[in-house]
């Protein structure tokens, strides 16, 4: 019996016949598995180990979640729509009545209901998959309001901050390899125009005119489940990074990651596009959804959460290919170079969209 199948069994389920588990998904953080009956028509489970080198406080980690996913089931709940069940997450709890569980190692594991009748998504194919996908993480972040910032930890700390990020790329160039830093040269320079460009943006983070909330932080199109048969956006998912933040972190990565098809490490840079239609279906989708409740000053610069996210991660890539590519896993020697490139790319395009 596998250390899964032994984690799984300390849960409480309505296990009927003979459970197997198999690799679930195509998550690169988290081990995943589908636990599936050999009994027609029993309940199927998601079962997690979560990934302690990304967060490093595991146990923080399940404690926000234990937490975050009742708040929201009630908020679901009271709305009194049909099939609530597929519109949250919840948490399976253990046969001690915990919320997860540790196994000898020390590694902490959390289980889920499979919500049947859902698919997730690795890219758009059209407008209203966009338009859905940015309601839904409005909505969430309206179903988190009311949960009080303090009682949520930062899993990742400074996981958005511009201004560390800033600094750890002007560490990195002053100690650089100098072939990697003149291969590098006009990045670091784009690096520098963009520093300019939001320093207005991060000195209204910064002094809390722009309002702190709990977000999702981390708004890529596949951490959101929709219906099986239609183009409805049901459960936001992958919770982990739910912690203080600002709503133009989300809105700003789901441009980031759903604005254009290519891939963020396509060396063809010309295949690197703001898709008007898909913008302007996020930004108007999102607004629907949260511009009555957000405050003024959050729907003036909400664009520029995709200015600030798109340069972010422009210059994490950067940083590392500086460094000798410490952090992210490579292919080819110039890998982390390529996707700093691509993401500048993209920079250079949202700044110069219709509505900037």
């Not at 929201?72 to 009271?78: D, E, S």
């Not at 203080?244 to 010309?270: K, Q």
């Amino acid at each position: 019996m596998s250390l899964a199948e032994d984690i799984f069994r300390t849960f409480s389920t309505e296990a009927a016949g003979n459970y197997r588990l198999r690799a679930y998904g195509s998550g690169h953080i988290h081990d995943t598995f589908l636990a599936e009956s050999d009994s027609p028509g029993a309940p199927r489970y998601i079962l997690q180990r979560i990934n302690a080198h990304v967060f490093r406080d595991p146990e923080l980690v399940s404690r926000n979640l234990a937490r975050i996913t009742p708040y929201i089931a009630a908020k679901v709940q009271a709305l009194g729509i049909a099939d609530p069940e597929r519109r949250y997450l919840s948490l399976i709890p253990t046969r001690e009545g915990q919320a997860w569980q540790t196994d000898p190692a020390g590694d902490y594991w959390r289980m889920f209901p499979f919500l049947e009748g859902t698919r997730s998504l690795d890219e758009l194919s059209h407008p209203q998959q966009a338009r859905e996908a940015a309601r839904a993480f409005a909505r969430y972040a309206q179903q988190l309001d009311g949960l009080p910032v303090a009682e949520i930890g930062a899993t990742i700390p400074h996981f958005h901050d511009a201004a560390r990020r800033i600094a750890a790329l002007e560490k990195a160039v002053e100690t650089a390899d100098q072939q990697r830093l003149t291969l590098a040269a006009t990045e670091v320079e784009q690096a520098q125009a963009w520093k300019t460009r939001i320093s207005p943006l991060l000195h209204l983070l910064e002094t809390g005119a722009i309002p702190r909330r709990l977000v999702h932080n981390d708004t890529k199109i596949n951490n959101l489940l929709f219906d099986a048969h239609s183009d409805e956006a049901l459960c936001v998912i992958d919770l982990d990074t739910v912690m203080p933040g600002t709503l133009l972190y989300d809105f700003g990565d789901l441009v980031r990651t759903c604005v254009s098809p290519a891939a963020e490490d396509e060396t063809d840079l010309s295949r690197v596009q703001v898709r008007p239609d898909m913008y302007e279906a996020l930004l108007e989708g999102y607004l629907s959804e949260a511009g009555d409740w957000m405050q003024a000053i959050e729907k003036e610069y909400l664009t520029e959460g995709a200015i600030l996210m798109t340069g972010i991660m422009a210059v994490r890539f950067l940083t590392d290919f500086l460094m000798g590519d410490v952090y992210y896993k490579i292919h080819h020697p110039m890998h982390n170079l390529d996707r700093a490139k691509n993401q500048f790319c993209l920079l250079q395009l949202l700044l110069a969209a219709p509505d900037r």
